[in-house]
């Protein structure tokens, strides 16, 4: 499993950025995908996660109203649409994938899912 974002950045307090996570090799069409933040000093967060098999989602309070989860399933990609971005939304921003429960693998729970797939991350920067 191959996970690719893209599309951070430096905004001002205000604007909006689009990520995206492009997938490969992910084949689990019933389990989620979801975007995890991180900012300095701080634990990883879980900030939206859909459910891949019928879009449905779910956001962290910090964010809900103002970032938008989507995926596009023909081209394999997931979204992350960010507006009235605030300087406490600067962090690295992962793309997740959630597998069924392994025992062999350290997985991540948010959202009712396991994320046990985590691409690069990309950093998102508002002054």
């Known amino acids: 499993v191959q996970l690719v974002e893209s599309g951070g950045g430096s905004v001002q307090a205000g604007g909006s950025l689009r990520l995206s996570c492009a997938a490969s090799?992910?084949?689990?069409?019933?389990?989620?995908m979801a975007w995890f933040r991180q900012a300095p000093g701080k634990e990883r967060e879980g900030v939206a996660r859909?459910?891949?098999?019928?879009?449905?989602?779910y956001y962290s309070n910090s964010v809900k109203g103002h970032f938008t989860i989507s995926q596009d399933s023909a081209k394999n990609t997931l979204y992350l649409q960010m507006d009235n971005l605030r300087p406490e939304d600067s962090a690295i921003y992962y793309c997740?994938?959630?597998?069924?429960?392994?025992?062999?693998?350290?997985?991540?729970?948010?959202?009712?899912?396991?994320?046990?797939?985590w691409g690069q991350g990309t950093q998102v920067t508002v002054s």
């Open positions: 997740a994938a959630a597998r069924p429960v392994t025992p062999s693998l350290q997985q991540t729970w948010y959202g009712g899912c396991a994320y046990a797939y």
């Open positions: 090799g992910y084949t689990y069409n019933r389990n989620c």
């Open positions: 859909i459910y891949r098999s019928d879009g449905d989602t």
